[in-house]
């Protein structure tokens, strides 16, 4: 269809409660989503109502615009990408409008995430079944439209059949709601007769009154009709084609024969026809009637979702363990399935050993691979429920033992490791679901891309058909990725691509087509939960057959006679090779950059390693991303800055791509947490883009006033700490207005000068008798030493009454304001003298040890990235023994020089907040346990994300109320209410401040606290 002349925005905007976007900044971010399909929409909508949804329908009929749905945006298939208005649901459409636990259902917006549906079912007693390894950010209108499965389908099935009724606007603007039996007035009319179709006369009559049955009728939603309710035309001629040729027992056979076994159960291959050809009337033994089986899969091509009432279960038995069954093969593990399948376990997933050295290379992913022995070929995790863990466990082992026996399998299991216990079975799971961000890990211009990652086969047929999938391959020179679904029939095997390359294209549509002449050989699926969207339709005319392809074609052309909603996607697809994220053979622009992206090969490809899974939209556990969070913007996402930096940084028409408005805007609420380095599994370091991204840009334009101040904090604190009554004096009388003109929020205080330095105080105070026990040396960073004085007091009388020999050497800056603000040479001459004072000093027995975290893991993450040559090498091995003050007490701990015994025996209960920078780069748990060295302390550690300052971030004035919404979302609820008796600790200077501020409440260091032991 025709996308010119530019439409009429301005009229549709009038007509929407939600907002419309048409720069470019909403257009790059929308023109990828997880797959590798890239088209620039002409618009964006986030609908906040049924009637937006409507009006979008009504205006792109009017003016010839498609539609496509979209709300996580983590489909693997190009489903979610379009070239005319994307409406994304994601944003406002998320309520959860009915649970009724007595009769088992839900109603909720398609926006809804999976995991907040399950949130909210858990006081109940109930879950929503289906699960998939995007549960945590992938919404219910999104598995709906995929029909997606996930790992517990062997147990619960696929979203199809827990959907009982959908509400969707249909393509000529009207409402309807449909269940099962909901019919058009005269579907079951007499017209033409069946014997005149070559059918059985009595096909349709036969099953007349079960649709006026009480059970078939439907249940309205609670929702009220809205715009356009009401009997559709639409609808009629849906039911006249089902009728037309469903009743028709020719046709029946051949749907039947086109699609896959009926013993695959994933199915997603084409519309739905062979499932509603088993409903009545058109198989008198078969379910009434339920077009929602044939929306569920269709991708958004047929209507538009605006509610669904939903199936829930009760919880599956609490008691959970894992066996983690170790295979030298990949087809050792599939034969093995076969025998784990028979039983009955709650989960059974494949990973290879791809995805496990990929996850060595991800700070999160390698603690939850702990448990893997050895380096095995393939691991296959199979789960058991029970009422207990020990039940659970028991029935773990007991498969493990039989996997380790020579005598089921050729290749016996050659470890068998048994986890019990939510808590560990959650990391072994963890793990499995990171599989598509960890590919991103991948170095380099070639990464495994998704085509034929969907294939089902029934599960006898598994190994045999993986063998021939191996051979395949091996004709390709390929090392396929192998992972996921192994007790349903499916794994996702991914080919290792660079889809930049002329010849890699060709191969990636040539495997696509021989993977699928095979998954047609054992009446597979090509298709099983992702869909066939852009990289799968154009081959279901040779998968289904002409004659059964051209019945969908037909099916999608009568529920939309227009072609607006997502055209492209299942039937009349373009060539799956077209319109991917690079032209071919386009040159990778290579930049100049301070920072060291070589590890990733350049800047560009730092940005690329980003896959689009999305990991960066979850609202819960962890801290990424703590802006979109807030927001609930794209643009504010780990994935959407990527993406933002990868378009501009390649399709750029600007003279300097830096200085791109789009960069400016995506990047402008990143707070430079590090969350993303660890919790996304592609470990994009936007912390570090960011940096760069400053640098450069500053480079061009100058720097700001603020700018110069905070990168000069060190020598304001420093010299007014000579004369710190006057300097106090000072800034009382003019806080107010130097906040104005330097746009520093009003609401924020700001650090008094202390009465001496932490030097003078360490000068003073040093014991003339060096301690014994151990020795450190300390980095007084610039924030301990001139603001948070009394922190470094209360940790240099800890170490020096455990006994440490403390060390001081004059030393610079940590630069940690300068990489903040992107003044990366000036971080860079500061990173320098450190090295050269410390290299030679600090060691295995000797460490650096620092109190603010953001100062002292700038060793480890920025310093060696800030140099190159010798320098570099330098930093890298001092980065090695560079420790935050939890994390050198922990060193002690573990090598017993320290204990209980060493700390006094005052009660006290806290509650610790961990830095962002020390979660990224660390370990929470090792700070929550050296604050439990104190034998009367009770320790609770919060899962509280990021606290929302970050540095100077929440100071700045127009950053300061998205400040507040991050801080509130998750630290000020976890604190609100809690005893003033509580001691809440939190080791980084900017949470101390942000409580300070935002809470009224005093927060401590952990050195602090563990001083007021005695």
């Known amino acids: 269809m025709s996308t010119n002349p530019a439409p009429p925005w301005s009229m549709l905007a009038a007509r929407l409660e939600g907002e419309?976007?048409?720069?470019?900044?909403?257009?790059?971010?929308?023109?990828?989503?997880?797959?590798?399909?890239?088209?620039?929409?002409?618009?964006?909508?986030?609908?906040?109502?049924?009637?937006?949804?409507?009006?979008?329908?009504?205006?792109?009929?009017?003016?010839?615009?498609?539609?496509?749905?979209?709300a996580g945006g983590t489909s693997l298939a190009g489903q979610a990408v379009g070239k005319g208005l994307i409406v994304d649901v994601s944003r406002h459409l998320r309520k959860i409008i009915e649970i009724n636990a007595e009769e088992g259902y839900a109603v909720v917006e398609p926006g809804v995430i999976r995991d907040q549906l399950n949130a909210a079912l858990q006081e109940h007693g109930y879950w929503f079944g289906p699960n998939t390894s995007t549960a945590n950010r992938c919404t219910l209108g999104g598995m709906f439209g995929n029909n997606s499965c996930g790992s517990t389908s062997i147990t619960v099935g696929s979203t199809r059949e827990h959907t009982l009724e959908a509400r969707v606007v249909l393509s000529d603007g009207s409402v309807v709601s449909l269940s099962a039996g909901i019919l058009s007035p005269g579907f079951l009319?007499?017209?033409?007769?069946?014997?005149?179709?070559?059918?059985?006369?009595?096909?349709?009559?036969?099953?007349?009154?079960?649709?006026?049955?009480?059970?078939?009728?439907?249940?309205?939603?609670?929702?009220?009709?809205?715009?356009?309710?009401?009997?559709?035309?639409?609808?009629?001629?849906?039911?006249?084609?089902?009728?037309?040729h469903l009743s028709n027992p020719t046709t029946r056979q051949k749907i039947r024969e086109a699609y896959p076994k009926p013993a695959v159960t994933r199915r997603n291959n084409g519309y739905a026809l062979d499932l509603l050809a088993r409903q009545a009337p058109f198989d008198p033994d078969g379910p009434p009637l339920n077009l929602c089986t044939l929306l569920a899969g269709s991708e958004g091509t047929l209507a538009f979702t605006t509610q669904l009432k939903l199936r829930i279960l009760p919880l599956p038995p609490r008691g959970s363990a894992v066996v983690a069954l170790h295979f030298t093969t990949v087809d050792a593990s599939l034969r093995a399935t076969q025998?784990?399948?028979?039983?009955?376990?709650?989960?059974?997933?494949?990973?290879?050993?791809?995805?496990?050295?990929?996850?060595?290379?991800?700070?999160?992913?390698?603690?939850?691979?702990?448990?893997?022995?050895?380096?095995?070929?393939?691991?296959?995790?199979?789960?058991?429920?029970?009422?207990?863990?020990?039940?659970?466990?028991?029935?773990?082992?007991?498969?493990?033992?039989?996997?380790?026996?020579?005598?089921?399998?050729?290749?016996?299991?050659?470890?068998?490791?048994?986890?019990?216990?939510?808590?560990?079975?959650?990391?072994?799971?963890?793990?499995?679901?990171?599989?598509?961000?960890?590919?991103?890990?991948?170095?380099?211009?070639?990464?495994?891309?998704?085509?034929?990652?969907?294939?089902?086969?029934?599960?006898?047929?598994?190994?045999?058909?993986i063998e021939e999938v191996e051979a395949l391959m091996q004709l390709?020179?390929?090392?396929?990725?192998?992972?996921?679904?192994?007790?349903?029939?499916?794994?996702?095997?991914?080919?290792?691509?660079?889809?930049?390359?002329?010849?890699?294209?060709?191969?990636?549509?040539?495997?696509?087509?021989?993977?699928?002449?095979?998954?047609?050989?054992?009446?597979?699926?090509?298709?099983?939960?992702?869909?066939?969207?852009?990289?799968?339709?154009?081959?279901?005319?040779?998968?289904l057959g002409d004659d059964v392809y051209q019945l969908l074609v037909e099916l999608k052309r009568t529920w939309d006679p227009q072609g607006i909603f997502n055209p492209g996607k299942i039937v009349e697809a373009p060539p799956m090779n077209e319109e991917l994220r690079y032209a071919a053979e386009q040159q990778v622009a290579d930049y100049d950059t301070l920072l060291d992206f070589s590890a990733d090969g350049g800047i560009l490809r730092a940005a690329e390693k980003c896959n689009g899974s999305g990991d960066c939209r979850k609202l819960s556990g962890g801290a990424m991303c703590p802006s979109y969070r807030a927001t609930l913007h794209e643009r504010d996402s780990t994935r959407g800055r990527a993406n933002v930096l990868r378009e501009v940084l390649t399709q750029n028409q600007h003279e300097?791509?830096?200085?791109?408005?789009?960069?400016?805007?995506?990047?402008?609420?990143?707070?430079?947490?590090?969350?993303?380095?660890?919790?996304?599994?592609?470990?994009?370091?936007?912390?570090?883009?960011?940096?760069?991204?400053?640098?450069?840009?500053?480079?061009?334009?100058?720097?700001?006033?603020?700018?110069?101040?905070?990168?000069?904090?060190?020598?304001?604190y420093r010299t007014g700490g000579r004369v710190p009554r006057l300097a106090n004096l000072l800034l009382d009388a003019t806080e107010p207005l130097m906040k104005y003109l330097v746009g520093i929020a009003a609401e924020r205080s700001l650090p008094r000068f202390p009465v001496e330095s932490l030097r003078t105080f360490y000068t003073r105070e040093r014991p003339a008798v060096a301690g014994t026990r151990g020795q450190l040396y300390f980095f007084g960073d610039e924030f301990v030493n001139y603001q948070d004085v009394e922190v470094g007091r209360a940790a240099l009388r800890l170490w020096w009454k455990l006994g440490y020999d403390v060390h001081w050497p004059e030393h610079a800056g940590s630069g940690r304001a300068q990489l903040s603000k992107g003044l990366l040479k000036e971080a860079r001459r500061l990173a320098a003298r450190?090295?050269?004072?410390?290299?030679?000093?600090?060691?295995?027995?000797?460490?650096?040890?620092?109190?603010?975290?953001?100062?002292?893991?700038?060793?480890?993450?920025?310093?060696?990235?800030?140099?190159?040559?010798?320098?570099?090498?330098?930093?890298?091995?001092?980065?090695?023994?560079?420790?935050?003050?939890?994390?050198?007490?922990?060193?002690?701990?573990?090598?017993?020089?320290?204990?209980?015994?060493?700390?006094?025996?005052?009660?006290?209960?806290?509650?610790?907040?961990?830095?962002?920078?020390?979660?990224?780069?660390?370990?929470?748990?090792?700070?929550?346990?050296?604050?439990?060295?104190?034998?009367?302390?009770?320790?609770?550690?919060?899962?509280?994300?990021?606290?929302?300052?970050?540095?100077?971030?929440?100071?700045?004035?127009?950053?300061?109320?998205?400040?507040?919404?991050?801080?509130?979302?998750?630290?000020?609820?976890?604190?609100?209410g809690r005893s003033t008796k509580t001691l809440i600790v939190a080791a980084g200077t900017s949470c101390r401040h942000q409580l300070k501020d935002g809470m009224g409440r005093r927060a401590w260091h952990t050195a602090e606290v563990l001083w007021r032991s005695w």
């Open 476 to 543: 390709y020179r390929q090392n396929a990725v192998f992972y996921a679904h192994a007790g349903a029939g499916e794994l996702h095997l991914r080919p290792v691509l660079d889809l930049k390359k002329t010849a890699d294209r060709q191969r990636f549509h040539d495997i696509t087509r021989d993977v699928a002449r095979l998954v047609k050989k054992y009446g597979g699926s090509l298709s099983g939960e992702h869909g066939d969207g852009r990289v799968r339709g154009q081959f279901l005319p040779e998968m």
């Open 189 to 244: 009319s007499p017209g033409p007769s069946p014997g005149e179709r070559g059918g059985d006369p009595n096909s349709i009559e036969s099953k007349r009154l079960s649709f006026s049955s009480p059970e078939s009728r439907s249940i309205p939603f609670s929702a009220g009709a809205s715009a356009g309710e009401g009997e559709s035309p639409i609808l009629a001629n849906v039911h006249g084609w089902l009728r037309q």
């Open 339 to 465: 025998l784990a399948m028979e039983t009955s376990p709650f989960m059974c997933e494949l990973m290879d050993d791809t995805i496990l050295h990929l996850a060595l290379q991800n700070h999160d992913q390698r603690k939850n691979a702990s448990f893997v022995e050895g380096d095995p070929r393939a691991l296959l995790l199979v789960e058991y429920r029970a009422a207990t863990d020990a039940l659970a466990l028991e029935m773990a082992r007991q498969l493990g033992r039989s996997m380790m026996e020579p005598g089921p399998l050729a290749v016996p299991a050659y470890a068998t490791p048994a986890l019990a216990g939510q808590p560990q079975t959650d990391k072994v799971w963890a793990l499995r679901a990171a599989g598509l961000g960890i590919l991103g890990n991948m170095v380099g211009d070639a990464k495994a891309v998704a085509c034929i990652e969907d294939t089902a086969v029934a599960l006898p047929d598994l190994a045999d058909y």
């Open 20 to 70: 419309l976007e048409t720069d470019a900044l909403h257009r790059i971010l929308f023109a990828t989503d997880a797959s590798v399909y890239r088209e620039l929409p002409r618009a964006v909508v986030f609908p906040r109502s049924e009637a937006d949804i409507v009006a979008c329908v009504h205006f792109a009929r009017r003016h010839g615009v498609p539609i496509t749905p979209r």
């Open 834 to 976: 450190n090295v050269e004072v410390f290299a030679d000093r600090v060691g295995e027995q000797a460490p650096l040890v620092g109190l603010e975290p953001s100062a002292i893991l700038g060793f480890r993450d920025e310093y060696p990235k800030l140099f190159r040559g010798d320098l570099a090498a330098r930093a890298q091995v001092l980065s090695g023994h560079c420790f935050t003050f939890d994390e050198w007490l922990f060193r002690e701990f573990t090598a017993g020089r320290v204990g209980p015994d060493d700390f006094g025996h005052v009660q006290q209960e806290v509650v610790l907040h961990v830095h962002c920078h020390e979660k990224a780069l660390g370990e929470a748990s090792q700070c929550a346990a050296v604050l439990s060295l104190p034998r009367h302390f009770n320790v609770t550690l919060l899962d509280s994300g990021c606290c929302g300052m970050a540095g100077s971030f929440g100071y700045e004035a127009e950053h300061y109320e998205i400040s507040q919404q991050i801080a509130e979302q998750s630290l000020y609820a976890k604190l609100r």
């Open 656 to 716: 300097d791509p830096w200085a791109h408005p789009a960069l400016a805007d995506a990047l402008d609420l990143c707070l430079s947490c590090k969350a993303c380095t660890s919790e996304c599994p592609s470990t994009v370091n936007m912390t570090n883009l960011k940096a760069e991204y400053l640098h450069q840009k500053q480079a061009r334009e100058g720097l700001s006033l603020r700018t110069r101040l905070v990168a000069a904090n060190e020598w304001l």
